[in-house]
C-alpha cells in the first residue's frame, strides 16, 4: 500500500481570511483521514510562518506515528512488504531521521521498492529478485540506485530481526555498473573571482559563505544577525523548506572561521539590510518573519546572474566542492578543511574535494624528477 507522502500543505481559506493547514494521519480506528487546522490570520501572518506551524504539526504526527499501537506483526498472516514499510520500518526509522532525510528516504522507497515489490511477502523474495530489480534502475543515477540498495538490506535486516525470514537476502547486492555517475564539477579561482564580482551585495555574501567560509545552504538561510561575530560565525541550526531545524549532525554545530574581506562584506549587508535585532534574520523574507527560502533567491538572484556569465551550472553543490577543492590546492590540512564545513575528514577527501589537473600534473613531474635523480646517483 503506498502510503501519504507527508509534507503537509498551507493555503487560503475560501473567504481569504486565514492560513489552513491540511494533512493526513491515522484516526483512532486506523483508518487515514484529511485533517485540517487554522493557523492564523492572513492580515497577521505570513505565508513563512504558517509553513513553520505546519512544519511542527508534521513533526509531532511523525513522531505518534512512530510510537506503539500494539502488536504489528502476525507470524500467522505476516504483513507484505508494502504493509511492513508502512507500519513498521518506516515509523521506526522516522523517529531517527532527520526531516529532510525522512522526506526523501520516504519518497524513494515508497516510489522504487514499493511500488515494486510492495505486494509480496518477505518469504517469497530471494537475492536474485532484488539484484534484478537493481539492475532494471540502472537508467537512474548511481547515487539513488546505491540508496535503494541500501535501503533494500536494511529492511530485510529489520525483517530478519522480526522473525519474518531467517536470512537477509539483500546483504550481497551491488549497484549495477551501468548506473551513470555524475560528474562533479568544481570552480576555479578565477571563476570564484567572475561570480562574486558580477553580484549584488546580498547575494554576494551568501555566495562567499558557501565558497570561502563552506557552509551548507540551509545553515546561511538559517543565519541569525546575531550569529555573526568578529572573524567567525556560530551555526547551531539550519532551515529545510520553511522549517528550522537542528544541523545535519552533531559536527555542523560549530564555529566558522571568516576571511576579513567576507567580514567586510557580512558588515556592509548588517548595516544596509533590515533588522537591528540580534535574532533578526540575516536574510530575511519580504516581510522579514522568516528566512527567505533558498530557491527563491537562488532561482531569482543568483542563477540568471551566473548563466549570463557562462556559470549557469554552479549551485550550492558546486561551491561546497569547490571550497574543498581550492582548500586541498593550497595544502590546507584536510582536518582544518573538514571542521570548517562541518563533517568528518573522509567525506571532505571522498565526496567534496576534486583533484585538479594542475596537482595531478605536479605529482608526475615530481615523480620523474625523483625518478632522474635515482637514476643519476646510481650511474654515479
Known amino acids: 500500500m503506498r502510503r501519504w507522502y507527508q509534507h503537509g500543505s498551507v493555503k487560503k481559506s475560501r473567504d481569504g ?4 493547514g491540511q494533512w493526513r494521519e491515522n484516526d483512532e480506528q486506523g483508518i487515514r483521514r484529511q485533517r485540517t487546522r487554522i493557523l492564523g490570520k492572513l492580515n497577521k501572518m505570513s505565508k513563512g510562518k504558517a509553513l513553520e506551524m505546519m512544519a511542527e504539526i508534521i513533526r509531532d ?14 507470524k500467522a498472516a505476516p504483513l507484505s512488504v508494502g504493509g511492513f514499510v508502512d507500519k513498521v520500518y518506516l515509523p521506526f526509522y522516522e523517529r531517527k531521521w532527520k526531516q529532510s532525510t525522512a522526506s526523501t528516504n520516504r519518497e524513494r522507497i515508497e516510489l522504487h521498492i514499493v511500488g515494486a515489490i510492495g505486494k509480496r511477502a ?59 555517475r555524475p560528474v562533479r564539477r568544481v570552480m576555479s579561482i578565477d571563476e570564484v573571482i567572475l561570480a562574486t564580482s558580477i553580484l549584488s551585495l546580498r547575494e554576494r555574501v551568501v555566495v562567499k559563505l558557501a565558497i570561502l567560509a563552506g557552509m551548507r545552504p540551509g545553515e546561511i ?37 571568516v576571511s576579513a574581506g567576507l567580514m567586510v562584506d557580512l558588515r556592509l549587508w548588517l548595516e544596509s539590510s533590515p533588522g537591528a535585532d540580534g535574532q533578526a534574520w540575516l536574510f530575511p523574507s519580504e516581510k522579514l518573519a522568516s528566512p527567505i527560502w533558498k530557491d527563491t533567491m537562488f532561482y531569482k538572484c543568483i542563477k540568471p546572474v551566473l548563466a549570463k556569465a557562462s556559470l549557469g551550472w554552479v549551485n550550492f553543490h558546486v561551491m561546497r566542492r569547490t571550497h574543498s577543492s581550492l582548500m586541498r590546492e593550497l595544502g590546507v590540512d ?23 589537473m594542475t596537482l595531478k600534473a605536479g605529482a608526475v613531474e615530481a615523480l620523474e624528477s625523483a625518478m632522474r635523480g635515482n637514476r643519476s646517483s646510481a650511474v654515479n
Request: aromatic share 8%.
Open 61 to 74: 504526527v511523525n513522531a505518534r506515528r512512530g510510537q506503539p499501537t500494539g502488536k504489528l506483526i502476525d
Open 221 to 257: 538561510f538559517a543565519l541569525r544577525r546575531g550569529d555573526i561575530g568578529d572573524g567567525e560565525i556560530s551555526v547551531d541550526r539550519r532551515v529545510y523548506r520553511g522549517a528550522i531545524d537542528t544541523p545535519k549532525t552533531d559536527r555542523s554545530v560549530r564555529k566558522i572561521a
Open 334 to 356: 584536510p582536518k582544518v578543511v573538514a571542521d570548517q564545513q562541518g563533517h568528518t575528514v573522509d567525506v571532505n577527501m571522498n565526496v567534496y574535494t576534486a583533484t585538479s
Open 122 to 180: 518477505f518469504s517469497s523474495i530471494e537475492r536474485e529478485d532484488l539484484q534484478a530489480f537493481l539492475d532494471s534502475k540502472s537508467t537512474l543515477s548511481f547515487s539513488i540506485v546505491d540508496h535503494l540498495r541500501w535501503d533494500l538490506r536494511q529492511l530485510f535486516a529489520m525483517a530478519v530481526a522480526e522473525g519474518l525470514i531467517e536470512r537477509n537476502p539483500a546483504e550481497l547486492l551491488f549497484t549495477p555498473k551501468s548506473c551513470p
Open 17 to 20: 481570511r486565514y492560513w489552513l
